[in-house]
């Protein structure tokens, strides 16, 4: 009987140091962070923007996305670009869930560039997603992991559309995979997506060069909104100029609450504009083909 009480206590006691062990290896921030495509393993342009966090944070970790990153091109396996956005894609719900079950109380950050960026934007987000594959609305991360998701900064992402509440910069257009008119992201106030009229992924323009420039443009505006969102403060919409002196965006100084009541009133038209999703995925071959042509070049997505 002695034997069973001092096994039990002993086992009480081994749960409580692997429990305070565990509690004590989870940062109270930690990025993710995801490359564009053809890059090497690592976090590719979205890199100098997560150590400009990390210098912030004291303490904060980071975790770059495990995924192809690929458009075809022999140098990452020949992945064809949507099959590589939609493992991307599961790759960060696996990642993020997965930080959050360990950590609960863990601060998340996720910033993707390009296609990088198309994955962060699914997971907070949702779908669908026709050029990689993904028919489901819905956000695929956990409830859990949203509510601890406290910033997305996205630069460069193929699935922005001109009009939404949470977009920065100057494209009146949309990416190759873009969003249908009048999307509306359930998780808006959390995210900010960097997209100029020049960018040929993004937008509809012809300077792939510009494409690498949303950190150098825009890097301290991101960093500023990240800060807000860690330390809890109102962003207060989107600033309408960049820090660094790029060009100004289509922000509401009144902040995203006025954008986002105007979006509402465009939800029930999503029915109708699902639609687009249709058309988006029929121009999604004859868009990319042409955002191809920069990659072809030497460019990356």
Do not use: W
């Amino acid at each position: 009987m002695r034997a069973s009480l001092d096994s039990s206590l002993l086992l009480i006691l081994a749960n409580a140091l692997t429990a305070k062990a565990q509690a004590q290896s989870c940062p109270d921030i930690h990025i993710f962070g995801a490359r564009e495509t053809s890059v090497a393993p690592g976090f590719g342009s979205a890199g100098a923007l997560v150590d400009m966090i990390k210098a912030d944070h004291s303490g904060a970790t980071s975790e770059a996305i495990d995924y192809p990153a690929c458009g075809g091109q022999a140098s990452c396996g020949g992945v064809e670009y949507g099959a590589s956005a939609k493992q991307g894609t599961e790759a960060v719900t696996t990642a993020v869930n997965g930080l959050n079950k360990r950590c609960p109380n863990t601060k998340i950050v996720m910033i993707g560039y390009s296609q990088g960026g198309q994955i962060m934007d699914n997971n907070i987000c949702g779908g669908p997603d026709n050029g990689a594959s993904i028919s489901d609305s819905n956000v695929p991360l956990s409830a859990s992991a949203v509510e601890q998701v406290k910033a997305v900064i996205m630069m460069g992402d193929p699935r922005f559309i001109h009009g939404l509440a949470y977009g920065v910069g100057t494209c009146d257009a949309g990416g190759f995979d873009a969003r249908p008119e009048g999307f509306v992201c359930p998780n808006a106030d959390k995210v900010q997506i960097y997209c100029d009229a020049q960018d040929p992924f993004c937008c509809n323009g012809n300077d792939a060069a510009h494409h690498q420039q949303y950190v150098s443009i825009y890097g301290k505006e991101a960093l500023k909104f990240v800060n807000s969102k860690l330390s809890g403060a109102a962003a207060g919409g989107n600033t309408g100029s960049a820090t660094d002196g790029g060009a100004g965006s289509s922000g509401d100084a009144n902040g995203d609450a006025g954008n986002n009541g105007g979006n509402a009133g465009n939800a029930g038209g999503n029915t109708g504009n699902a639609g687009n999703n249709g058309n988006a995925g029929g121009n999604f071959g004859g868009n990319f083909a042409n955002a191809g042509n920069a990659q072809s070049n030497g460019n990356k997505c």
